[in-house]
């Protein structure tokens, strides 16, 4: 059993179920509803036997490999694998998804079309976390996309059509720019490859380094996404229905971090020194705006959008922090977030469902009549703000102690990026707390015409569960973290020791080589021991 192909049965299960449903007997969508639950139940429950019993987590290299030839003409091969790093996302993608099934539970127009799209983005975001083959993972990277424009623009808001069209645009575009760096990745060289541990491999010179790297940062930096590159985010959740916003959210933007430690990280760990200290600037610069911009939105769905652009600045700063456990806490940021994320935009769905607005000034008063949502709307902003004991708390800090423990930057950079970025988590609890009080508390007396409590109805069993089934984990998480942490511990730490192994060459060709006339993207060092320093940034090559 060990050499059954694993990956490629939980990545082609649900794209056959997809392709079964056309001539599924079904008039009113129920039965295809529970036929798509059951898909991504039973695939769900594969990749958690297989990751049980065929995984050794303690082992940092590739496992459960599959490498076959697809298309030899282009070099493509059908190439799989998971380490540290893929298998507990993988792991997200399948809960996110079947919990998503069972939130469109009363999806009733076009039901084929609707389910069939969710599985097929669902074997899409399995084959970017499992693809090894850098034209492989482009595939399955540009195939995510169509399922999710198509689900907000068929199944959107008001402004559905605006907000799909708005997120091709964004990505499809951005997704250029990985094509770009990966074909001059493997072209270079005396021999063609689009594997990706042979591209690791490869003696690139840095000035291709820098060049595949920047392409490679423009391309997740918008699916992740980073300032200024957002503007898409807020727009698609907004339109977007609960289910596809779960998706979105909890899944869709993990995509972009994993990509820049499984591609900028690992295998171009020259040009990321460069790189690193803007990304802890731009982390910064996502955390305060997302949490100030949060605060002007009176659409409940784009204050949950900001609330996400600010909590990747999380994961951008871990990634540049130069340390195990700064990687660690990226990582760690990812799962969380998803698991947090999903649970309030399902939460959002929900209220939503009963008062048929997503403007909060329409609100108000709902705690007295729906006291289970209110309880369970609760606790997922008290994990989103990093209470402690919730899984958001250990990856925020686990970060802040990643950074402040970086022997690669001065102490005073370090002590600005902590500060700025306190201040953010300070304005968390301020406009989730506000969200919350604008929702469930309050007379209601103004709008007390256009909504009838009286008709307003609490959350369902089938809704509590699939709360429950996000909260369980997000506070088994923060009261024990070697829940999550111990499935990636090995590789995150082999990721950070392959980038500070780099930094000796990298003082090395500092001296030889100046590419920049000094400033953020090349500053001047003596030692791998003080890489940035902010009087630094000012500095001549």
């Keep these: 059993m060990a050499q059954f192909p694993w990956l490629t049965a939980i990545f082609l299960l649900p794209l056959v179920a997809a392709a079964l449903i056309p001539i599924i007997p079904d008039r009113d969508g129920k039965t295809l509803r529970w036929y798509a639950l059951g898909v991504g139940i039973i695939d769900f429950a594969l990749m958690v036997i297989t990751f049980g019993q065929h995984y050794n987590f303690a082992d940092s290299s590739f496992q459960l490999v599959e490498q076959y030839p697809w298309v030899p003409q282009l070099g493509l091969n059908w190439s799989l694998a998971v380490d540290g790093l893929s298998a507990p996302l993988i792991l997200l993608t399948g809960l996110v998804n079947v919990l998503a099934i069972a939130a469109a539970w009363n999806v009733s127009r076009k039901p084929r079309l609707f389910y069939s799209l969710i599985l097929v983005l669902l074997s899409a975001q399995i084959g970017v976390f499992a693809a090894q083959d850098l034209l492989l993972f482009f595939l399955m990277w540009e195939v995510e996309l169509v399922p999710v424009y198509l689900l907000i623009s068929i199944w959107g808001g008001p402004k559905r059509q605006y907000a799909a069209t708005k997120f091709i645009l964004y990505t499809a575009l951005a997704s250029i720019f990985i094509l770009v760096s990966g074909l001059t990745m493997a072209f270079w060289g005396d021999r063609i490859t689009f594997d990706m541990a042979e591209l690791g491999a490869k003696n690139f010179p840095i000035a291709l380094e820098l060049f595949a790297y920047a392409g490679f940062l423009i391309a997740f930096g918008v699916k992740l996404p980073i300032f200024p590159v957002h503007t898409w985010l807020p727009d698609a959740h907004g339109e977007a229905s609960a289910p596809v916003s779960m998706i979105l959210a909890g899944v869709l933007l993990k995509m972009g971090g994993y990509a820049l430690i499984r591609l900028n990280v690992e295998v171009l760990p020259n040009a990321h020194i460069y790189f690193a200290p803007a990304l802890v600037i731009l982390g910064v610069v996502n955390i305060l705006y997302g949490a100030l911009t949060a605060f002007a939105q009176d659409n409940l769905k784009r204050r949950l959008a900001c609330s996400s652009i600010s909590h990747m600045g999380f994961v951008l700063i871990g990634i540049a922090s130069f340390t195990e456990v700064g990687l660690n806490g990226a990582v760690l940021q990812m799962l969380s977030h998803g698991l947090i994320a999903a649970m309030l935009f399902f939460l959002a769905g929900v209220t939503y469902e009963r008062t048929h607005t997503l403007s909060m000034e329409k609100m108000g008063g709902l705690a007295k009549v729906m006291p289970k949502t209110f309880a369970l709307f609760t606790a997922g902003s008290m994990a989103s703000l990093a209470l402690p004991g919730m899984s958001g708390f250990i990856g925020e800090l686990t970060v802040f102690i990643g950074i402040s423990s970086s022997d690669a930057y001065s102490d005073s950079f370090k002590l600005v990026v902590v500060l700025l970025s306190a201040v953010g988590l300070i304005a968390t609890p301020v406009y989730l707390l506000s969200m919350l009080r604008r929702i469930f508390y309050g007379d209601?007396?103004?709008?007390?015409?256009?909504?009838?409590?009286?008709?307003?109805?609490?959350?369902?069993?089938?809704?509590?569960?699939?709360?429950?089934?996000?909260?369980?984990?997000?506070?088994?998480?923060?009261?024990?973290?070697?829940?999550?942490?111990?499935?990636?511990?090995?590789?995150?730490?082999?990721?950070?020791?392959?980038?500070?192994?780099?930094?000796?060459?990298?003082?090395?060709?500092?001296?030889?080589?100046?590419?920049?006339?000094?400033?953020?993207?090349?500053?001047d060092i003596t030692s791998p021991q003080t890489l940035l320093g902010v009087a630094d940034l000012g500095k001549g090559a």
């Design 444 to 523: 209601n007396r103004e709008t007390q015409a256009e909504f009838d409590l009286n008709t307003w109805f609490d959350a369902k069993p089938r809704e509590i569960i699939i709360t429950a089934c996000l909260l369980l984990p997000i506070v088994g998480i923060g009261f024990y973290p070697k829940l999550a942490t111990q499935t990636y511990d090995v590789k995150t730490t082999e990721v950070a020791s392959v980038v500070r192994n780099a930094l000796p060459v990298f003082a090395q060709q500092r001296q030889q080589n100046r590419l920049f006339s000094g400033g953020l993207f090349a500053p």
